[in-house]
Antibody, heavy 121, light 110 residues
Framework: QVQLQQWGAGLLKPSETLSLTCGVYGGSFSGYYWTWFRQPPGKGLEWIGQINYNGYIKYNESLKGRVTVSIDTSNSQFSLKLRSVTAADTAVYFC???????????????WGNGTTVAVSS | QSVLTQPPSISAAPGQKVTFSCSGSSSNIGNDYVSWYQQVPGTAPKLLIYENIKRPSGIPDRFSGSKSGTSATLGITGLQAGDEADYYCGTWDSSLTTWVFGGGTKLTVL
């Protein structure tokens, strides 16, 4: 049964770069959309971006310019970098395995446990 | 303000049936499949329904989904205390070219 394990720094200062990695264990890496979401305290879920196994990338336009999603197929990992963070980026960040349809995301069937990231001076 | 509209809260007694609504537009729900997620506070979301009506392996048939036009519905029968959670609908928006969620509905089991 596939599992996603995520890791990265949990406390950042304003203007620093958020960096998270998600490892995929127990399942195939190809054929899926590897995605990142976040959830600010007390709020709903927000899609950040996705990358599929052959490197096709799509970002949320609201974060475009600050966000980079990358993939390491040899180690079955994918990563998120968010530059110039502010307090508004404080959230729980989730990685997830997405299924695709017509070249876009269709649903997410496996999720990581989440990483709490706080941005504070 | 979420692209998909969900009521903020619902409450019901154990054993009852509840339905969650999710309203969108022709560029999202009206144009693609809807999925539903259950999130117990402090944990990751869990897929309940995909492609409007399908249940992943391990999800009991107490959970059901439907879609009509630009709205979708999640139903839970035989409500249990363990169903207390936040429920989110989601789909792809072809105009925004973005995955969108509803704001979530908090279910309280009385």
């Amino acid at each position: 049964q596939v599992q996603l394990q995520q890791w990265g720094a949990g406390l950042l200062k304003p203007s620093e770069t958020l960096s998270l990695t998600c490892g995929v264990y127990g399942g195939s890496f190809s054929g899926y959309y590897w995605t990142w979401f976040r959830q600010p305290p007390g709020k709903g879920l927000e899609w950040i971006g996705q990358i599929n196994y052959n490197g096709y990338i799509k970002y949320n336009e609201s974060l475009k310019g600050r966000v980079t999603v990358s993939i390491d197929t040899s180690n079955s990992q994918f990563s998120l970098k968010l530059r110039s963070v502010t307090a508004a980026d404080t959230a729980v960040y989730f990685c997830a395995r997405g299924r695709g349809r017509l070249f876009h995301l269709a649903y997410m069937d496996v999720w990581g446990n989440g990483t709490t990231v706080a941005v504070s001076s | 303000q979420s692209v998909l509209t969900q009521p903020p809260s619902i409450s019901a007694a154990p054993g009852q049936k509840v339905t969650f609504s999710c309203s969108g537009s022709s560029s999202n729900i009206g144009n693609d499949y809807v999925s539903w997620y259950q999130q117990v506070p402090g944990t990751a979301p869990k897929l309940l329904i995909y492609e409007n009506i399908k249940r992943p392996s391990g999800i009991p048939d107490r959970f059901s989904g439907s879609k009509s036009g630009t709205s979708a519905t999640l139903g839970i029968t035989g409500l249990q205390a363990g169903d207390e959670a936040d429920y989110y609908c989601g789909t792809w928006d072809s105009s925004l070219t973005t995955w969108v969620f509803g704001g979530g509905t908090k279910l309280t089991v009385l």
